[in-house]
Nanobody, 125 residues
């Protein structure tokens, strides 16, 4: 049974950087996709980035391309989201999510069956 625990959120100034981590416990076997989503107050949960665990292929939302980068450390069973040039509109709770039995970098929250508790990211000007 996979469990996900996010960390690394905080409050930073616009233009600064943050790196989120997601510790993955349990067995990751076969086809597996891990992703980051975010949800701002009053808004729907939004896809940020995804990575295929075995091959390492990635996808990023247009709103974060060139600023955010998803990566993984398979040896540490940890997922990362490096966030650079942060903007106030990046303020949200960021969630780590997992989908087993697939290699599709799906942007729909419905494709993911495991979620972390979330970590708050707040960007101020």
């Amino acid at each position: 049974q996979v469990q996900l625990v996010e960390s690394g959120g905080g409050m930073v100034q616009a233009g600064d950087s943050l790196r989120l981590s997601c510790a993955v416990s349990g067995t990751i076997f076969g086809r597996f996709v891990l992703a980051w989503f975010r949800q701002a107050p009053g808004k729907e949960r939004e896809f940020v980035a995804a990575i295929e665990w075995q091959g390492g292929s990635t996808d990023h939302a247009d709103s974060v391309k060139g600023r955010f980068a998803i990566s993984k450390d398979s040896g540490k069973n940890t997922l990362y989201l490096q966030m650079n040039r942060l903007k106030p509109e990046d303020t949200a709770v960021y969630y780590c999510a997992a989908a087993s039995g697939t290699m599709n970098l799906d942007g729909s929250p419905r494709a993911y069956n495991k979620w972390g508790q979330g970590t708050q990211v707040t960007i101020f000007t």
